[in-house]
């Protein structure tokens, strides 16, 4: 049982695009909710994370929006460039950022086309 | 910036045989973590450890074991491997009290069972 779900699987968008990647959640106990960027062979790289006490978190192009009530958050990159083409995970964990275990969702594997 | 060391990034073993993967974290962080990704998976959590002692357990087989020594590297050891092991292990470390800071991965050993 997937306790993180994203979507969509995959997303194609033009240079300069938006692109959005959404994550559900169902343990309401998850208290830290990162996103991960990662390029073939290689570990996945912290973007960005987000509390849920805080709505969004914005960092260069790449704002999270937290929604609680709904269980749910987003990864939004804008100005999309071909060098972002790679998969994004979400992730949560209960207890914080470090010392816990990551609950990832499937991947979204993103191409940005020139 | 010192990353984490992950060696080695490439190992075939064939069935029924052991291999050790060995991790070395960033200086000063306390806290090691195991995933295994196969392909076009989310990451697992493995196992972490804490100051040498293991501080919590996910999906590792039983035919798996692993440890922290007193230097902080870790050591996975895999026996009795079968074709379902192939996949992409990373560690991963942080400071255990990393509030804001959270994980950084290393690029991983890619192990081929055959």
């Known amino acids: 049982q997937q306790q993180v779900k994203q979507s969509p699987q995959s997303l194609i968008v033009q240079k300069g695009g938006i692109s959005i990647i959404n994550c559900a959640y169902e343990?309401?106990?998850?208290?830290?909710f990162p996103w991960y960027q990662q390029f073939p062979g290689k570990g996945p790289a912290l973007l960005i994370a987000?509390?849920?006490?805080?709505s969004e978190k914005k960092e260069g192009r790449f704002t999270i929006s937290f929604n609680k009530s709904a269980k749910q958050f987003s990864l939004h990159i804008m100005d999309s460039q071909p060098g972002d083409s790679a998969t994004y995970f979400c992730?949560?964990?209960?207890?914080?950022?470090?010392?816990?275990?990551?609950?990832f969702g499937e991947g979204t594997q993103l191409t940005v086309n020139p | 910036a010192a990353g984490v060391i992950q060696s080695p990034r490439h190992l075939i073993k064939e069935k029924r045989e052991t291999a050790t993967l060995k991790c070395y974290p960033i200086?000063?962080?306390?806290?090691v973590y195991w995933y295994q990704q196969g392909p076009g998976q989310d990451p697992q959590f493995l196992i972490s450890?804490?100051?040498?002692?293991?501080?919590d357990k996910g999906s590792i087989p039983d035919r798996f074991s692993a440890q922290q020594f007193s230097d902080y590297h870790s050591e996975l050891n895999m026996s009795s491997l079968e074709l379902g092991d192939s996949a992409l292990y990373f560690c991963?470390?942080?400071?255990?009290?990393?509030?804001?800071?959270?994980?950084?991965f290393g690029s991983g050993t890619r192990l081929t069972v055959v």
């Open positions: 450890f804490y100051e040498k002692m293991q501080s």
């Open positions: 991963a470390s942080s400071p255990w009290d990393g509030a804001n800071y959270g994980y950084t």
């Open positions: 200086p000063r962080h306390d806290t």
């Open positions: 992730a949560a964990s209960i207890g914080g950022a470090s010392g816990s275990r990551l609950t």
């Open positions: 343990n309401t106990a998850f208290d830290y």
């Open positions: 987000i509390r849920p006490d805080v």
